[in-house]
């Protein structure tokens, strides 16, 4: 029987420097966390607003929390005071939201945009196309209290290696080409959140900047 401590230490010793780690607690008590954190890591994230709240208030305040799941419009208000990055903006609508209400809480909040690249109907994000043509409007360059720094992705839940391969590239493409277009000068957009325990390996020979590791850290 291995650790948290332990698988911890074994997933770093893989990542390569230049990739951040973000610990993916979902499902995991604090005391879990807890664990991970006095082996110092300080990345986590959470998929819903509720719990992600409930663990923030419970644990050391130099947690960077990372939001990862579906975010409805009614929980921002409960992050926005606290939250590091959200990795999960999937439309214009909910990036106003979210400048709406860091703009309230005097911050500006680091986002990704999702990007829906997987075969599976039920993930959300915006297709590559909506992606540039939101980005094309022009609208989000107004929000002041929101900053894109890259964009997330989850490849499709399979075997074939080629086919996570090619989505992880496509994906990686498509952060260049908007980088190129829209942020040559902007040196904070450096993010690309790809890959969890399954296929991170794959992901950051793609060319991700954040891998997003759950049950290889927190289950046995
Ligand atoms: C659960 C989850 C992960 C981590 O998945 P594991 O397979 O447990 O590593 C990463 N990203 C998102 C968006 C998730 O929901």
Same mark, same amino acid.
């Given at each position: 029987?291995?650790?948290?401590?332990?698988?911890?230490?074994?997933?770093?010793?893989?990542?390569?420097?230049?990739?951040?780690?973000?610990?993916?607690?979902?499902?995991?008590?604090?005391?879990?966390?807890?664990?991970?954190?006095?082996?110092?890591?300080?990345?986590?994230?959470?998929?819903?607003?509720?719990?992600?709240?409930?663990?923030?208030?419970?644990?050391?305040?130099?947690?960077?929390?990372?939001?990862?799941?579906?975010?409805?419009?009614?929980?921002?208000?409960?992050?926005?005071?606290?939250?590091?990055?959200?990795?999960?903006?999937?439309?214009?609508?909910?990036?106003?939201?979210?400048?709406?209400?860091?703009? $309230?809480? /005097?911050? @500006?909040?680091?986002?990704? &945009?999702?990007?829906?690249?997987? =075969? %599976?109907?039920? $993930?959300? /994000?915006? @297709?590559?196309?909506?992606? &540039?043509?939101?980005?094309?409007? =022009? %609208?989000?360059? $107004?929000?002041?209290?929101?900053?894109?720094?890259? &964009?997330?992705?989850?490849?499709?839940?399979?075997?074939?290696?080629?086919?996570?391969?090619?989505?992880?590239?496509?994906?990686?493409?498509?952060?260049?080409?908007?980088?190129?277009?829209?942020?040559?000068?902007?040196?904070?957009?450096?993010?690309?959140?790809?890959?969890?325990?399954?296929?991170?390996?794959?992901?950051?020979?793609?060319?991700?900047?954040?891998?997003?590791?759950?049950?290889?850290?927190?289950?046995?």
């Amino acid at each position: 029987m291995s650790s948290i401590t332990e698988r911890l230490k074994a997933t770093l010793a893989t990542i390569p420097e230049g990739v951040r780690l973000v610990a993916i607690s979902k499902y995991h008590p604090a005391e879990a966390i807890a664990e991970a954190y006095n082996a110092g890591q300080l990345d986590f994230g959470e998929n819903k607003a509720q719990d992600l709240v409930v663990k923030q208030q419970s644990l050391p305040e130099d947690i960077r929390w990372h939001f990862t799941g579906h975010l409805q419009r009614n929980k921002i208000k409960y992050i926005a005071p606290f939250i590091y990055m959200i990795h999960s903006v999937d439309s214009y609508q909910l990036l106003e939201e979210i400048n709406k209400h860091a703009a $309230k809480t /005097g911050r @500006t909040i680091p986002c990704l &945009l999702q990007i829906h690249i997987a =075969e %599976e109907e039920t $993930k959300f /994000g915006f @297709t590559p196309e909506e992606c &540039l043509a939101m980005l094309k409007q =022009e %609208e989000w360059k $107004k929000l002041e209290n929101v900053k894109i720094r890259g &964009l997330m992705c989850m490849a499709s839940n399979t075997d074939d290696s080629s086919r996570v391969a090619t989505e992880f590239r496509a994906v990686r493409a498509l952060f260049d080409e908007i980088r190129d277009r829209w942020f040559a000068d902007d040196k904070e957009f450096d993010t690309l959140s790809a890959g969890m325990s399954g296929d991170y390996l794959m992901a950051m020979e793609c060319g991700s900047t954040c891998v997003r590791i759950g049950s290889s850290i927190f289950e046995g």
